[in-house]
């Protein structure tokens, strides 16, 4: 079992069973076993609504006790309690399965993290670079001479008839 904190200061357990799995399946109509073919777990890291569903259904039983609904969990997902969320979901996917799906969904999970820790640094070295700096400021330049010159009116621009 993983567990996380959302953005209430609530702690949260994860757990992947038989009956988890199920939950999730006629909750949420996911069905968590097709991660190990791959999409679902891209699908799981780039939506964080879905992941949050999901993550809720796996909790409902706890959310139950502590009274919590399904939109207050959501409202205190966000940020770092959604990488938490993940990190606990996807630990526990990997554990759920036997040996020999287990060793092919971890590989599958290390290579998704080292391609999104690699496009994140991409995307940095992008927003650092001074190229950038030099065509925003070629931008800059073009908005503040063009500023001077008002719009058209709509009375200048043709209606097309019908």
Partial sequence: MKTFNDNAARSWTVQVNVD???RVRDLAQVNLLEVVEGKLLERLISDPILLCDVIYCL?????????????????????????????????????????GKRRVLAKALAKLRKLETAALAAVETRLDSPELDRQLAVRLAQLENSSGSAPESSASIPVPSP
């Avoid at 009274?67 to 409202?75: A, K, L, M, Y």
């Avoid at 309690?81 to 979901?89: H, Q, V, Y």
């Fill in 20 to 22: 988890a799995i199920k």
């Fill in 59 to 99: 909790c409902k039983p706890e959310a139950d006790t502590k009274g919590v609904t399904d939109v207050d969990f959501g409202r205190a997902m966000a940020g770092d309690a959604i990488d938490g969320a993940t990190s606990a979901l996807l630990e526990e996917l990997v554990d759920f399965f036997p040996q």
